[in-house]
């Protein structure tokens, strides 16, 4: 339990420094698409590898002046201005970036939604070795010169509509010395499907009410429907020879096409206690329905979406269902 609420404490001290740290960039430099990336809004910081280059520099400097070592003072003073100089071109790298756009598919909640941003050179520079995303997961991205796309992953966790959130874009360019970086906020929301049940109930029955799965459309199709009288025009292949030849008249085989009535689904028949439950039910009717081809309604509280079939018509039920 001791274990339990240190995690908690730390859980709430390391949102508490988030939500602290948002509001402080955010009222430094406000950064929503589209923008260009200006000096306020560009951070810089030797990474790893330069803060072990920059002591080593500073025991060189010392050693050399202890020693009057010239070839040493030379040495340093020539790595110290590749230093300088990259910290330049990293800031350089994303100065007058341009950002736009935000854009995503929706997915089911669990998956991995790929949220799209454009990047383009506001001055016609080409941008290398970019980073986009969130800090522990981010896409890489170049801009030779106009514009690219990126794509970027971002978990997904519940159903809704849900903000991008802080989305940051770094370099390390060319030495990997420095490492400049920006957030921005993106408005354009992205939309997570419930997630469909693993294993849900069959499919209730017809909205009609009859409880049959299939019925038979008077147009012709490849299942034996019955026999009748035959009838001037009649192909002689439809003509039931062993039949005829019982009633002593000629009878021709009718044939019908199987098709099934169309479903309604609402949330009363899913049976299950919470409400999360049930719509993850529904969920999986819906993609069964639009695998089998069925035509299908669905009755939220004083909505109703259809009856109809096809993709369009099942992206409309589960965008209901997200938003429920």
Request: charged share 20%; aromatic share 8%; net charge positive.
């Amino acid at each position: 339990m001791p274990s339990l609420a240190t995690s908690g404490l730390t859980s709430n001290l390391r949102r508490r420094w988030q939500a602290t740290l948002d509001h402080w960039i955010r009222r430094r430099a406000p950064a929503h698409p589209p923008l260009e990336l200006a000096y306020r809004q560009i951070f810089i910081l030797p990474t790893r590898f330069g803060w072990m280059l920059g002591v080593l520099m500073g025991a060189m400097l010392i050693g050399s002046l202890n020693f009057n070592n010239n070839l040493g003072l030379l040495t340093t003073f020539i790595v110290a201005g590749l230093a300088v100089n990259s910290m330049l071109m990293a800031f350089r790298n994303l100065h007058r970036l341009g950002v736009r756009g935000g854009s995503a598919q929706p997915v089911f909640a669990g998956q991995e939604v790929r949220y799209r941003l454009t990047l383009f050179a506001a001055d016609g520079r080409p941008r290398p070795s970019l980073l986009v995303g969130r800090a522990d997961q981010p896409a890489g991205a170049s801009v030779p010169g106009n514009s690219t796309e990126v794509s970027m992953p971002l978990p997904t966790r519940r159903r809704g509509w849900h903000q991008p959130g802080r989305i940051q874009i770094a370099t390390t360019h060319p030495l990997g010395l420095f490492r400049a970086w920006a957030w921005i906020w993106p408005q354009q929301a992205y939309l997570v499907w419930p997630d469909p049940a693993p294993n849900p109930p069959p499919l209730p029955g017809s909205g009609a009410g009859t409880g049959d799965r299939q019925r038979f459309e008077r147009s012709e199709g490849e299942d034996f429907y019955s026999l009748r009288e035959w009838r001037e025009g009649d192909p002689l292949h439809r003509i039931a020879w062993k039949a005829s030849q019982r009633h002593r008249t000629l009878l021709s085989r009718q044939f019908r096409r199987a098709t099934s009535p169309e479903l309604v689904l609402t949330l009363d028949q899913a049976a299950a206690s919470d409400l999360e439950t049930r719509i993850r039910i529904v969920t999986a009717w819906i993609l069964q329905a639009d695998q089998e081809g069925r035509r299908w309604m669905l009755r939220l509280n004083h909505e109703e979406i259809g009856p109809d079939q096809g993709t369009m018509h099942r992206n409309s039920c589960l965008r209901a269902l997200a938003e429920l």
